[in-house]
């Protein structure tokens, strides 16, 4: 572990004081540097030529990199220059809506320019707003995912409707969930009535949830809970059923034939979101906007959409919505309808507290300790 | 080679007898690279240790203090992740000492009178290493994963339940920290049995000693610089590990040992005085155990 990390560390006492945005070089520097993810596919397919189409027509030169392949890990490199207002080699970073919030509240990132987002008006009602920045004044929605239940097919014909459902005896010892806490507690809450985005739960119901997940541990109802690779096990069948994102499943089932199933549970399923900012350091912010921007037309989005099997932020109507196969277009997890939304929720922002506070708790469950 | 300087005991007898200013200035490119690298982290990381958190400060916000209860919490709360720690690592240093000795002994003994072999033997216990240990660890948790022919072999003999897995579990633990550490155990072992006196195992054998006992009273006690150097080189680093262990590669959550831990604090929760606690826990236990070690075995020349 790096020790001159820890040294970096120790040396970064006191009040907090927020840094100053970086000076915009975008009207004599037509670069872009873009850190994205890297669990996103297909960024060197079909994304790709809506890149180059905005770099032919802007003569803006884009680095787009998967640079943010954890939060954590991604935080942890850049957190220093960050507090220090200092250029983090991106120009904009799509992170974790939490792990936004985070910088948000530190005052990491800078405020966007919304004259400059013409396109910003085409994003659905619920993305044009968000808990942690009213009025999206500092992060700009990227892509969404919906997190629910996910089964194999031949093992479990029947399917399964509820959370509780994986906790039937029957599957001891071949249930996965996700290391995700807002993923993985996020649907247990859900599962014991609590609304995970209205702020009328507290410690109570948290814990109630992380008791309930360290008890399958425990237990051995739950094989494994891992990040990503949470999908190879259900795919090597070391798990017959998962807490999962559905564009996990829609990627197994590409890779290995339609074996898997994927429903949003009865009581509800999570939507997770990325965002993109622009951290303070930045001197390209107006490049950057431009670029989202451009990722916000309506057309452009549909294809990105399509391309990526992620919910697009922009509301999609039927005249572009008809430019794909119809199979595709029917997908609700990629084009979901009104009320499919409506059936899931986003996990609440937390307070730094009860991040700090929440954030121990469940790593204590995945490290075993008690 | 580096493992040979484990096993030699002559450098007094080198040393010049005259201080040189030329010494000292060689030495000084090395002194810096010590006092950047080594020193000033280690005292930044005792200070972060005895941090405390900055009141009403955001999360990873900690002010100098000196709070030496983060190490009575950091031991109450994961002492029981520092003891698998070294159970772990011992167990997996006597494994790979098990298998490596005969091996070390076969190409640096047995297989003399062959070169060729030998040195072929010696290339395929380095050629792993040519590989990144991730990817090395990944084909392990694959072959030893629960669809693997291993695991439905010993389903099938009825060795293993039907429901059982082996992934996750702590014997894959162990199994991950042996592999990857036989060929720091192997090398220095087979750099002091491939100097070993053949006659002298003649001679015992002269003397009416019994294999066994030749291979307890001369082979073992002429080895000893090389297993010190063996264990040491194997047990360190399996210690710290957090690569085997972790949730993504052989272990689980009932598995997770000190490294996994410090991750998790300084990674995630961002409590690094907890990380900086554990991380001087984890140095002193091992440096007395060493200590302990190397006085036990006679060899203190090494240290």
């Known amino acids: ?370 | 080679m580096a493992f040979s300087a484990f096993a030699t005991g002559t450098a007094k007898e080198q040393a010049p007898r005259r201080k040189s200013k030329i010494a000292l200035l060689l030495l000084l490119p090395g002194i810096l690279y010590l006092m950047l690298f080594f020193l000033v982290p280690l005292v930044s990381l005792v200070i972060t240790s005895f941090q405390q958190p900055v009141p009403y400060g955001d999360i990873g916000e900690f002010q100098n203090a000196f709070k030496w209860e983060n190490y009575v919490d950091v031991v109450n709360t994961y002492g029981e992740h520092i003891f698998r720690s070294f159970a772990y690592a011992i167990l997996a240093t006597i494994f790979a000492l098990l298998f490596s000795y005969p091996l070390a002994y076969f190409i640096g003994v047995k297989a003399r009178r062959w070169p060729l072999l030998q040195n072929l033997m010696l290339v395929l216990v380095i050629a792993p290493f040519f590989i990144s240990f991730l990817l090395r660890t990944l084909a392990w948790k694959a072959i030893l994963s629960d669809e693997s022919f291993v695991v439905t072999g010993l389903k099938a003999l009825s060795l293993m339940a039907p429901d059982a897995h082996f992934t996750g579990t702590p014997a894959a633990v162990i199994f991950g920290l042996t592999y990857n550490f036989i060929p720091f155990m192997t090398l220095p072992l087979y750099s002091t049995l491939e100097r070993l006196d053949t006659r002298l195992l003649e001679a015992g054998s002269d003397l009416y000693a019994k294999p066994a006992m030749t291979f307890f009273k001369v082979t073992v006690p002429l080895s000893m610089s090389g297993i010190v150097s063996g264990v040491l080189l194997t047990f360190i680093p399996a210690a710290g590990d957090y690569i085997n262990a972790s949730r993504d590669f052989l272990g689980g959550t009932g598995t997770q040992m000190i490294g996994n831990v410090i991750e998790s604090n300084f990674l995630v929760t961002l409590n690094y005085p907890a990380a900086a606690a554990l991380s001087i826990i984890l140095m002193a236990v091992i440096l007395v155990m060493v200590t302990v070690y190397v006085k036990r075995s006679g060899t203190e020349d090494l240290l």
């Open chain 1, 1 to 370: 572990m790096g020790a001159s990390a820890l040294l970096l560390a120790a040396c970064s006492t006191g009040a907090p004081q927020a840094p100053e945005a970086a000076t915009d070089k975008s009207d004599s520097q037509k670069t872009l540097r873009f850190d994205s993810r890297d669990t996103y596919r297909n960024t060197t397919g079909e994304d790709f030529p809506l890149l180059e189409q905005f770099s032919a027509s802007t003569g803006m030169a884009v680095t787009y990199t998967n640079a943010v392949s954890d939060d954590n890990v991604y935080y942890g490199k850049v957190k220093n220059q960050l507090k220090m207002g200092q250029d983090i080699g991106a120009d904009a970073s799509v992170l974790s809506e939490w792990m936004a919030a985070r910088w948000i509240r530190l005052g990491y990132v800078q405020q966007i320019e919304h004259d400059k987002l013409t396109n910003f008006a085409n994003l659905r009602l619920i993305f044009q707003n968000a808990q942690f920045d009213p009025g999206r004044r500092f992060s700009l929605p990227w892509r969404s995912g919906f997190t629910g239940i996910a089964w194999n097919k031949a093992a479990l014909p029947g399917g399964l409707a509820t959370v509780s459902d994986l906790w039937d005896p029957a599957l001891r010892g071949k249930v996965g969930v996700m290391s995700a806490m807002r993923d993985t507690l996020g649907l247990i809450m859900l599962n014991a009535g609590v609304d995970i985005s209205s702020s009328s739960w507290g410690d109570a119901e948290f814990t109630t949830a992380v008791n309930t997940l360290r008890d399958q541990v425990s237990s051995g109802q739950i094989h494994a809970i891992k990040g990503n690779k949470y999908k190879e096990d259900l795919k090597s069948g070391a798990t017959v059923a998962a807490i999962a994102r559905a564009g996990d499943i829609m990627q197994i089932n590409q890779e290995a034939g339609d074996q898997w199933a994927f429903a949003l549970p009865t009581a509800g399923g999570v939507l997770w979101s990325d965002v993109a900012v622009i951290p303070i350091g930045s001197t390209h912010r107006s490049n950057a906007e431009a670029f989202i921007n451009y990722y916000y037309d309506r057309q452009n989005a549909v294809r990105v959409a399509a391309a990526t099997s992620f919910i697009s932020p922009v509301d999609l109507r039927q005249p572009e919505i008809g430019t794909i196969p119809q199979e595709l277009s029917r997908n609700e997890m990629i084009f979901p309808s009104e009320a499919t939304f409506t059936s899931t929720k986003t996990f609440r922002t937390l307070s730094q507290g009860e991040e700090q506070r929440y954030g121990a708790q469940y790593q204590s469950v995945l490290l075993g300790a008690s």
